[in-house]
């Protein structure tokens, strides 16, 4: 909210510098943003009375004004293109050398052989409203060369404030300055009221109804008689555009101003255009219509609150008036409303209509009921000092059932033993009461006071004892309150889960893949550039209902798209090689969600798996001086997975060839431990790569977090270091290509039995030395026992046998 | 004779110092030392020499052949060091090459972000937990204190998946869970990803990053908020940074607080990072509003406790000093390696 300093200054006096006040309100909970200079810009301004206005000798647009700009100053001359200033009219003038309200500087300049020496300035060069479309007349109260900037107020510092939604009494000018006054100790000054009103009283000219009084807590209504058309005074005007509010005319400026002033929204409607000059509060009927200020046609449904006459539909209640009953020019008489409507109501409202407005952003933060006749009474007298209309007597005030002020009691010690701080009930009563409310204290015998404290009508948020506590607190000061440690000897840590997710992001660091974060999302088209199945169960996302764009409508059921995502960024900008993984959660529905029905308390909604997730591609190692370049392929993505399981100690991992989305169907590996899944390795598809414009050798991992976790919870033994030596043996055979190499490792392990400690294959070579569809692999074989030296004629035994059984079993040509 | 033995010593000391090769000096001492050498050739002629003065000679001729040996030591060892010093020499490296580095990756500047803090949290005594994401609107908003049409809930934030379930605004709903799920006292911290109906921008990410903190016990006050939470900023951003407190709202705790630091790099002087305030907003802080005690059956009169907030890309950025929080989503090697 935009506060000008000028303006709070009517209700309570402000002996701080602009600084140290925003630094008093931010302290004590009102934040303030920034501080607004406005008129800043404005140099060289003077009001001139205009002397004699005569035709340009040579341009039919323009003429030629002499100014009075006051005594002891020589007229001016000013050329001006505007239409409406005449002899005698009284101007503002910017002299040459001066600056407009934008900080546009303005020079001596010739128009057609004539000097001007200064310019006239409309509404908007000044900075008093939009108006730019002629010069800003100005009353003749202001006399050649006084200092309008001054004296209009159109230079001032304004406030930008930061409104927290409990506080709506905060979100005007007597809000604001109730909380300086309490914060400064000074008196709050409310605006004057008084009016002279006519005779008629207004309850013979209108009638109330309230229809729905669950939705309208108070109506209340004024009739002013002949409104003056036209604008608002210069003053008014500049304080509104100062505050953020366009002025638009002398009647709508009064309630905006008003509303400004004491946060009571006001609406006037045309006294002739209301039926019967009878107020119906009333829900709309389904599919009743309505034409509202803007133009728009709204049509209403039965939980909406309107405001109608004896016929028709007048407004939308707390929200935006019909343009029927919109006054005009030729109105004469003005019916204005104030009243209290159910936030709850309005909120709803305005958020079906999509329709928000000053008064419907106020209403439905809840407003005080008490402010209806205040507000009306304000609006009254100011029209009436500005001449714009004259009141009848009275309101027409219907309040069905007003409510008795809230009581709070607490003790002091209550209060002490909620902040930490013992500051004695006296100090409690003198900060509830600077804040206006009625603190009522009594002693008890242990030596506690019992405070009673009465909640003045403005303050709806404050409802409990503990509310009392912050009210206290800030006025005393958040920071007088002393810093201490809490008690407890609980030691701390992280969940296991927590600390398994970062031995695995510090495993994959190691092994050189950088951690990505992406965003859990993903849409209907990945499902089918994936080339997941129809039926496949990865399609059953959740999904979103207000996505922001479509690419982000479901919760992802893979990682995938996120990791080529990630992984096309990086090729886009020219990375050669990319080694990106993450840890993030896939998500799945439960039967409440497919259901759509509440899930039941306690439960989670979605069933939300941590997957560990992995993309390769480019230069994989190399392209040094010592190696040449390599471009990652399936055994590097496999490589981190079994790194990833050896620095997490498990072991027995397997691979096994899987064909699934989004995997080339012969480069890609289940990875399986004690026959569970634990996920897939491979290299993409090459139409996946084509997809998501990424290289087909492209290389991706997925891991189920939960089950890798549960793999590398398996109980660590200690097994005796070996006390005999180790003998090593090679064999190299010749095998069909589709022998896969690790059956062949298994051959190996079953035929040498235990002796066998372990098995290495050091050598692969395909080519025409084997032959078409076969290859030639070598491994290394450790055998070793663990309570005697082998002999040579023992591993030679067992190292026949495993030759014998390669050659028997996997028809193994052994060379 | 003394004279041929001092001019003996004389010619061998010489050869040994021109001998520049270890064979050279072999040669030298054969000449000299040998069965057939100069000195074992003196030696012989003793029988020439006066008995009376032979004692002497004998003397004369052992200091010679020790005077000798002695020096062939030395500059076989001198010769040594040179050949070993050349060896080296002809051994030696450009160091300027690069070495032969394993590449090592790094971890996301959030995951490092949160992992600094919840550290801090943790020596205070806090467990480090991680709750689901997709909420339910209870747990999310109305346990928390925010019913339905309250001001504080803009459906306009908010990602729904139906009328009860939504993408969680904030991870203040794991607050109710784990008093839920547990006895009191309470002491937990909860790193996540909280979303918010925000276009992507510079400033806003419709995914981001939150660490809540709870503490729920006996007779906690205001006054444990502000020592812990200072500790806290104090750990973390440094034992010269001012810690202030100001009042604000959040519907689930009151009173509460948002708890702002001085500037580091203007020193609270003011500049374009504290935005001229001089002080940098770190977090949002409470006492837990009675209303969320009772919502999961804790007694507001047995219990007190205070909870807190704070959005990790905002410590990061501002660690860091970047503004641009795409950044952090991009994946970008380039900027992921600097951190």
């Keep these: 909210m935009r506060v000008p300093l000028r303006w709070l200054k009517d209700y309570v006096d402000i002996e701080l510098e602009p600084e140290q006040l925003a630094d008093a309100l931010t302290m004590s909970g009102t934040k303030v943003e920034g501080i607004d200079r406005v008129g800043s810009g404005l140099r060289r301004v003077t009001a001139g009375r205009a002397v004699s206005v005569t035709p340009h000798p040579k341009s039919d647009r323009l003429r030629i004004v002499i100014l009075d700009i006051g005594p002891r100053q020589a007229p001016r001359r000013v050329v001006t293109a505007a239409g409406n200033v005449a002899e005698g009219c009284i101007v503002p003038v910017v002299l040459a050398g001066g600056s407009l309200v934008d900080g546009e500087v303005i020079g001596e300049v010739e128009f057609e052989g004539v000097r001007s020496e200064g310019m006239l300035l409309s509404a908007k060069e000044l900075g008093v409203s939009e108006d730019n479309s002629g010069i800003l007349l100005l009353p003749d109260s202001v006399k050649p060369g006084d200092d309008i900037v001054a004296s209009l107020g159109l230079r001032d510092d304004v406030l930008e404030l930061e409104i927290t939604p409990n506080r709506p009494d905060c979100l005007c000018m007597v809000g604001v300055a109730r909380e300086l006054a309490a914060i400064t100790r000074k008196e709050l000054r409310m605006p004057a009221r008084g009016c002279p009103e006519s005779l008629q009283p207004a309850r013979d000219l209108t009638k109330i109804v309230i229809e729905a009084p669950d939705l309208c807590f108070r109506y209340g209504a004024r009739v002013i008689r002949h409104v003056r058309p036209g604008q608002s005074p210069i003053w008014m005007q500049a304080r509104l555009s100062a505050a953020g509010i366009r002025p638009i005319s002398a009647v709508v400026d009064v309630t905006n101003y008003v509303m400004l002033e004491l946060n009571q929204p006001l609406h006037a409607f045309d006294y002739s255009r209301v039926a019967q000059h009878t107020i119906v509060v009333r829900r709309a009927q389904a599919g009743e219509r309505l034409v509202t200020l803007d133009g728009s046609e709204r049509e209403l449904n039965t939980d909406m609150l309107l405001i109608g006459d004896a016929e028709k539909a007048l407004a939308v209640a707390g929200v935006m008036g019909g343009l029927a009953s919109e006054i005009t020019e030729n109105t004469d008489t003005v019916l204005l409303e104030s009243a209290c409507f159910a936030q709850q109501s309005v909120w709803r409202t305005s958020r079906t209509l999509r329709l928000r407005t000053e008064a419907s952003s106020r209403f439905e933060k809840g407003l005080d009921p008490a402010s209806v006749p205040p507000a009306l009474d304000r609006a009254a007298s100011l029209l009436s000092r500005m001449g714009a209309g004259e009141a009848c007597s009275g309101i027409v005030d219907v309040y069905p059932s007003p409510e008795a002020p809230a009581v709070i009691e607490t003790t002091d010690r209550w209060i002490e033993r909620r902040l930490g701080a013992g500051l004695g009930a006296d100090e409690i009563a003198d900060c509830l009461t600077r804040l206006g409310f009625r603190v009522d204290t009594q002693g008890t015998p242990d030596g506690s006071a019992k405070i009673a404290v009465t909640v003045p009508s403005f303050r709806g948020d404050v409802r409990e004892p503990i509310d009392l506590v912050e009210e206290v607190a800030r006025i005393w000061g958040y920071n007088e309150v002393p810093a201490t440690i809490p008690q407890g000897t609980d030691s701390g840590g992280y969940s296991d889960e927590y600390a398994f997710c970062e031995q695995v992001r510090q495993a994959l660091a190691g092994a050189g893949g950088s951690e990505a974060l992406t965003f859990p999302f993903m849409s209907e088209t990945d499902f089918d550039m994936l080339g997941f199945a129809p039926d496949d169960p990865k399609r059953e996302a959740i999904r979103v209902a207000n996505p922001l764009v479509e690419e982000q409508s479901l919760m992802r059921t893979t990682m995938y798209p996120a990791m080529l995502a990630a992984l096309k960024t990086n090729v886009n900008r020219r990375r050669r090689g990319v080694f990106l993984y993450e840890i993030g959660r896939t998500y799945a529905p439960t039967g409440a969600i497919t259901a759509g029905i509440e899930p039941a308390r306690g439960e989670t909604p979605a069933v939300e798996r941590p997957v560990l997730a992995g993309v390769m591609c480019g230069a994989g190692e190399g392209g040094t001086w010592y190696a040449p370049e390599r471009q990652y392929d399936f055994y590097d993505a496999k490589g981190a997975i079994e790194g990833l399981c050896a620095c997490l100690h498990i072991d027995g991992v397997t691979f096994s060839r899987a064909e699934c989305p989004p995997f080339h169907p012969g480069r890609a590996a289940a990875i399986v431990w004690d026959g569970v899944r634990l996920g897939t390795v491979g290299q993409v598809h090459p139409l996946v790569a084509g997809s998501y414009q990424v290289p087909e050798a492209t290389m991706l991992f997925e891991v189920d977090m939960a089950l890798l976790m549960e793999a590398a919870q398996s109980p660590r033994e200690y097994a005796p270091l070996p006390k005999y030596p180790a003998v090593e043996r090679d064999v190299a055979m010749v095998l069909e290509r589709d022998v896969a190499s690790a059956d062949v490792e298994r051959t190996i392990r079953t035929a040498g039995g235990a002796l066998v400690e372990s098995v290495r294959l050091f050598d692969v070579y395909e080519g025409p030395q084997v032959g078409e569809g076969r290859r030639s692999l070598a491994f290394s074989i450790t055998y070793q026992a663990a309570d005697r030296t082998l002999t040579d004629a023992e591993v030679n035994q067992v190292h026949d046998a495993v030759r014998a059984a390669l050659a028997q079993k996997l028809g193994a040509v052994l060379r | ?339």
């Excluded at chain 2, 030591?73 to 050349?86: C, D, F, K, T, Y």
């Excluded at chain 2, 160091?95 to 996301?108: A, E, K, Q, S, W």
């Excluded at chain 2, 908010?158 to 839920?180: A, H, K």
């Excluded at chain 2, 950025?317 to 970047?322: E, I, P, R, S, V």
């Design chain 2, 1 to 339: 004779m003394r004279d041929r033995v001092e001019a003996l010593v004389e010619r061998a000391l010489s050869a040994i110092d021109s001998a520049e090769s270890a064979e050279a000096l072999e040669e030298a001492r054969v000449r000299i030392l040998g069965r057939k050498g100069e000195l074992t050739a003196l030696l012989r002629q003793m029988k020439q020499v006066d008995p009376d003065d032979r004692p002497a000679f004998g003397a004369m001729v052992n200091a010679a052949r020790d005077r000798v040996q002695q020096e062939l030591e030395r500059r076989g060892q001198a010769m040594e060091a040179r050949e070993r010093a050349r060896k080296l020499e002809s051994d030696t490296i450009d160091v300027t090459m690069p070495g032969r580095i394993r590449p090592t990756g790094d971890l996301h500047p959030l995951t490092q972000g949160i992992r600094e803090v919840t550290q801090i949290f943790v020596q205070m005594g806090f467990t480090v937990v991680e709750g689901p994401e997709i909420e339910t609107d209870f747990y999310n908003f109305e346990a928390l204190n925010t019913p339905p049409f309250h001001p504080a809930r803009d459906v306009q934030d908010t990602f729904y998946i139906n009328d009860f379930v939504l993408l969680r605004t904030q991870t203040s709903p794991m607050q109710v869970r784990q008093m839920e799920g547990q006895d009191p006292p309470v002491r937990v911290v909860v790193p996540g990803k909280v979303y918010r109906r925000d276009p992507m921008d510079a400033t806003h990410s419709p995914v981001f990053h939150q660490i809540e903190g709870l503490l729920v016990d006996k007779d906690v006050t205001f006054a444990d908020l502000a020592g812990t939470l200072t500790q806290f900023a104090r750990t973390f951003y440094g034992k010269d940074r001012k810690v202030r407190f100001r009042p604000h709202y959040f519907p689930f705790t009151e009173p509460s607080a948002e708890m702002d630091v001085s500037c580091a790099l203007c020193g609270g002087q003011g500049c374009r990072v504290c935005k001229y305030e001089g002080w940098i907003e770190i977090l949002g802080s409470g006492m837990v509003h009675p209303n969320v005690l009772r919502a999961v059956g804790y007694d507001p009169d047995e219990l007190t406790g205070f909870a807190f907030g704070m959005g990790v890309e905002r410590i990061v950025m501002l660690k860091y000093g970047f503004d641009d929080v795409r950044l952090l989503y991009e994946n970008d090697l380039r900027f992921l390696e600097q951190f």
